[in-house]
Each structure stands twice: as C-alpha cells, then as structure tokens.
C-alpha cells in the first residue's frame, strides 16, 4: 500500500516562501504519476504540481514560474517549492499518486487520476 507524508506548511506573508515535503513508501511500482494537490476555502481539489510516469514536471498555470516540484528518489521524498506565494494560495495542500501508472503529458493533472493521498498540510498565506 502506498503512502504519503506531507510536511512543511506553515503560515507566510504574501511573497514569502515555503517547501513542502512529502515522504513516500510502500511504492512497488516501476511507473506512476506524483504531484502536489491543494484544496481552497469552498473549492474542489485541485492540481498544482506533478511529475508524470515519464518523469516529466507539468505545472498548472497559476504555479507557473513561481512554484517547482522536484523529488529525491534516494531519500523517497517528493518536493514543492513555493515562492512567491499570494493569499490565493492558501489552501490545504496534498501530495497525490496514480500507481501504477504510465499516463504522461497534461492528462497527469487530472485530480480524478489519483488514488493514493496523504493527510494534507495547511498553507496560509497572509496579505
């Protein structure tokens, strides 16, 4: 069974930064798609990072240029940084897996794709 750590939110002021960590184990799978997910006040999951079975990154627009997933395989340990942050950003952030899995490309945003979840951790960001 597949599981996933989150760790590192916190509270920022706007155009702070923060990295999230989330710790993976129990991953037997060859191929599968990883990211970063967050959910705001009174909206649905959404996508924000991932790195797809090819081990391609693929952003969503609103992370573009101002976030960066990264993982280190040695130590099982997938990475968000964030910079940059605005208070839109505030949000419960997870860390999402679809294993296994060889889908590639944008479709590795589809938040329906993932069946593997952590507990999440709060992200509050302040104006």
């Known amino acids: 069974q597949v599981q996933l750590v989150e760790s590192g939110g916190g509270s920022v002021a706007a155009g702070g930064s923060l990295r999230l960590s989330c710790g993976v184990s129990?991953?037997?799978?060859?191929?599968?798609?990883i990211g970063w997910f967050r959910q705001r006040p009174g909206k649905e999951r959404e996508a924000v990072a991932v790195?797809?079975?090819?081990?391609?990154?693929h952003y969503a627009d609103s992370a573009k240029g101002r976030f960066t997933i990264s993982r280190d395989t040695a130590k099982n340990t997938l990475y968000l940084e964030m910079n940059n942050l605005e208070p839109e950003d505030t949000a419960v952030y997870y860390c999402?897996?679809?294993?296994?899995?060889?889908?590639?490309?944008?479709?590795?945003?589809?938040?329906?794709?993932?069946?593997?979840w952590g507990q999440g951790t709060q992200v509050t960001v302040s104006s």
């Open positions: 129990g991953m037997i799978y060859s191929y599968y798609c």
């Open positions: 999402g897996a679809n294993a296994p899995s060889t889908m590639s490309g944008i479709q590795a945003l589809t938040v329906a794709e993932y069946r593997f």
């Open positions: 790195i797809d079975a090819n081990d391609y990154p």
